[in-house]
């Protein structure tokens, strides 16, 4: 739905995106994810026809976004980080506005439809200066679905929002996927986290990664973790998970000895593609210790963020 190749984009002698390829499939909910002044924001105006590229192109369900512009932006919802909104107007009215801007055809039908999906509905008829910020995003956000395009551009959707607020658009946002294609840009990582299915990476204007982040985590570490939590003294319970086929390590959490609450914790590190669970749960049964937990262990997204970001070695190993 959504091809970048080789984008690049020139501020005189500043070079704000160079060589960024990516692709978004239909219905995918993509996480753009980049430090402050990364080029996020330059690309994802590129791509919804505001900046003109200095290199390379990009296509937009199917249309070149600099020789078709037009065509490519009918296919676009837009929310830009700064809403554009009129706060004298009420929610309805301002819609039906952009929807005869945008010449939506049925437009009561067409607003009545964003209305809800953006969850505004009920608020209709309240004038836009007087919603909460929260509620504002979705008014913007109704104004990207008028006329259900096939492909949203989301830049910075919950700037300044609370807590509470945040999870509603979050949501809101992941129920749209399928439906629609999905570019959440932002540099929030909870919530691409919280939203996407896979994410590119972006640092001094370059992909530095394009991947699931399970996938990046093992890419990343070269390995397969699992967190394993046992009953028994540490070194013994050591002792039976290193004895494992496939471990390549096994580190223990705290101090050595046996803990005051009688659990040891660990982290396994095996072979990638290795999927040794079963195996280390027998060798804990079988040793006579109680198994307490056993699950996946993966590095957070701010852990790969930063790996990815601030050295340039692992992300020479990782981009795509």
Known sequence: MIRVE???KNYG????????????????????????????????????????????????????????????RANIGYLP???????????????????????????????????????IAHRAGDQIGKLSKGLRQRVGLAQALLGDPPVLILDEPTS????????????????????HTVVLSTHILPEVAATCSRIVIISNGRVVAEDTPENLDRRLKGAESIAVTVRGPREQV????????????????GSDGRPANGLASFTVQSEVGADIREALAKA???????LMELRPAHLSLEEIFLQLTTTDAPAAEVAA
């Not at 600099?66 to 065509?71: N, R, V, Y």
């Not at 009545?112 to 999906?117: P, T």
């Not at 300044?160 to 439906?179: A, C, F, M």
């Not at 804990?284 to 109680?290: I, L, R, T």
């Open 6 to 8: 080789h984008l690049t």
């Open 13 to 72: 002698p500043r070079v704000a995106v160079a060589d960024v390829t990516f692709d978004v499939d239909k219905g995918e909910v993509l996480g753009f994810l980049g430090p402050n002044g990364a080029g996020k924001t330059t690309t994802m105006r590129i791509l919804t026809g505001y900046l003109p590229p200095s290199g390379g192109r990009a296509e937009v369900a199917g249309f070149d976004v600099a020789t078709q512009s037009l065509q490519a």
């Open 81 to 119: 980080e700064t809403v554009p909104l009129y706060p004298d107007m009420s929610v309805r009215s301002y819609l039906d506005f952009m929807g005869k801007i945008k010449g939506a055809r049925d437009r009561r039908r067409q607003v009545d439809r964003a209305m809800e999906k953006a969850r």
């Open 160 to 179: 300044g929002l609370d807590p509470r607020q945040i999870i509603e658009t979050r949501n809101l946002i992941k129920s749209l996927g399928g439906e």
């Open 238 to 253: 050591k002792r039976a998970l290193t004895g494992v086929p496939r471990v390549l390590s096994v580190e223990a959490e």
């Open 284 to 290: 804990v049964v079988n040793g006579g210790f109680g």
